[in-house]
């Protein structure tokens, strides 16, 4: 019995190293990770137990009994280590940090305190009882110190598992259990006929711990930003703020990141931020970075300037990148626009109207003649038609700001273009879409912005007759799209420049303030404005707004 005894205690100790070894090169393959090298460190001390375990249980033929104290030993000093690493990987799993502080020192001093005791009471000799007593004393205050030490660690991954959507409850109880194993079940578990406790302890680790190495994520860094980032910037700002790891998953957002991009916190939390955020494809985010984007958010797209800093305390990873961050996206769509409706309204104002008093006041001192009077009444009535543009232009951004409503973008296209059909403007308009396309919007808008692509094609143009082609349709992406084609000049290189960048000088300026009017609509819409050329010539402008709620396929 005793050979099989032996026999079946080896296997199973083998088993144990193996299964303790192999999960010790699995996580020492991501090294990289912020929280791998305490986890590596508690599993290989773990695998050394392990394989001590296995000498010490070898026949003594195999053996002699001198190894066999030293092996003992050497379980016993693994057994002492266990408790400090895990309380290490414990500090830097849950954000705290590894830093040594005088505190965390007497902290870790404590494990070595009673092994000093008695390596000096042994050697000054002192009588047997002495030392016997010593020893006695010094293991029960060593074995409760290691209670208090490995308790303190677990209750800081299991105040992190409450607390943090991304660690399971279930997560930390296996890992828990995986590191106390061999000291519960070699404590309360009795030798029987196929091993003692401690093998069996060490092959329930070794399960465990795997278990937990394969499907949790055990050595990331995400903790670390919850620690920090979430009492001191997350719930605390209005704007969107979003954690990142160390390879830009989502680790943690406020709400206000919720309502923006109208997802669950639960489905973006664990997810690459450009997977989850539309219009973050080519931007990376070291800390420090700032920057302005185009995001697609629940109001349509919008523009956003964005900062990122690093969060404090956190460690870094072997590269020098921070292991979290936070990256806050303020929207600045209203004041870009606003900046830019004061730039042109100002040129309005001191170049165009200014001119064109100034041909008023030139020919107001020969009104006797027709011709003089034609240039006053031409002057005066284009000054009057730019001054009511302007006006119009401030009421669309005005009425912008009213609560969207239900619009059918047919039934718009429909008014705009009959209205330039009776108008004095000459020619040919058609107009192609479904019977319905309905989206949540604001009618006035998007009726001026539509108004004045009309306008500009029918105006801008050498063709007889002018052509203009209207067409609506949902577009991709649910997207409802407007479309106006010509067959005029087609739009100068010029006007496409500046308005793509957003600004005029007094160098460089449009021609009129209508495309102006069309752009802070469709920006303000949180839609997309597009251009192209036309063939064989003219010009292709596309308004894509979002929001399409439903659509009847029928063309009129």
Do not use: C
């Not at 605390?236 to 990142?244: H, P």
């Amino acid at each position: 019995m005793a050979i099989v005894a032996t026999i079946g205690e080896l296997v199973l100790n083998s088993v144990a190293v193996a299964l303790l070894g192999w999960t010790t090169w699995t996580a020492f393959q991501s090294r990289e990770q912020p929280s791998a090298e305490p986890f590596v460190a508690l599993l290989a001390t773990l695998t050394l137990w392990a394989m001590l375990a296995f000498g010490s249980n070898l026949p003594e033929l195999l053996l002699p009994s001198p190894f066999s104290t030293v092996l003992d030993l050497g379980q016993f000093g693994t057994a002492l280590l266990v408790p400090g690493i895990w309380t290490v990987y414990a500090l830097s799993y849950t954000g705290r940090g590894t830093g040594l502080t005088w505190r965390r020192i007497v902290l870790l001093a404590g494990i070595v305190f009673p092994v000093l005791v008695v390596g000096l009471v042994i050697a000054i000799r002192p009588p047997v009882s002495v030392i016997e007593y010593v020893l006695a004393t010094m293991l029960g205050t060593e074995i409760l110190y290691l209670l208090v030490l490995f308790l303190y660690a677990t209750y800081l991954l299991a105040d992190l598992g409450g607390s943090h959507a991304r660690v399971s409850n279930t997560q930390i109880l296996i890992l828990t259990a995986g590191v106390g194993a061999p000291y519960l079940v070699g404590l309360v578990g009795n030798n029987t006929s196929v091993a003692n406790g401690a093998v069996v302890g060490l092959l329930l680790s070794g399960g465990l711990l795997t278990i937990a190495t394969r499907r949790y994520p055990v050595m990331t860094g995400f903790p670390k930003a919850d620690y920090i980032a979430r009492t001191r910037v997350v719930e605390t700002l209005q704007e969107a703020v979003v954690v990142l790891d160390w390879d830009d998953h989502i680790l943690d957002l406020n709400e206000a990141t919720v309502q923006l991009f109208d997802h669950s916190a639960a489905t973006m939390i664990g997810e690459p931020i450009r997977s989850v955020i539309d219009g973050l494809e080519q931007t990376e985010f070291p800390a420090g970075a700032t920057g302005t984007v185009s995001l697609q958010t629940a109001k349509g797209r919008r523009q956003f300037q964005f900062s990122v800093s690093a969060v404090d305390e956190a460690e870094t990873d072997a590269e020098g990148n921070a292991v979290a961050r936070t990256v806050l996206f303020r929207d600045v769509t209203d004041r870009q626009t606003r900046e830019q409706r004061l730039t042109v309204l100002n040129r309005i104002l001191r170049h165009n109207v200014r001119n064109n008093l100034d041909v008023v006041l030139a020919y107001a001192d020969h009104v006797d003649e027709d011709e003089i009077q034609r240039g006053v009444r031409d002057s005066a009535t284009e000054l009057l038609e730019l001054s009511k543009k302007a006006r119009e232009a401030e009421e669309v951004m005005t009425s912008s700001t009213d609560p969207p409503e239900p619009v059918d973008l047919t039934d718009v296209a429909d008014t705009v273009v009959d209205r330039f059909r009776t108008g004095n403007l000459p020619g040919d308009i058609s107009l192609n879409g479904p019977d319905e396309l309905l989206i949540t919007s604001h009618r006035t808008v998007i009726q001026q912005a539509l108004s004045e692509l009309i306008e500009n094609a029918l105006t801008h143009t050498d063709a007889d007759p002018p052509q203009v082609d209207v067409s609506v349709r949902k577009g991709t992406e649910a997207a409802a799209e407007i479309t106006v084609a010509d067959n005029g000049p087609g739009l100068p290189e010029r006007e496409q420049q500046i308005l793509a960048s957003g600004t005029e000088t007094q160098l460089k300026h449009g021609q009129g303030i209508g495309l102006w009017v069309v752009n802070w609509a469709v920006t303000r819409l949180g839609g997309d404005l597009q251009f192209r050329a036309n063939d064989p010539e003219g010009s292709i402008v596309t308004i894509r707004l979002y929001d399409v709620k439903s659509e009847q396929s029928t063309t009129t």
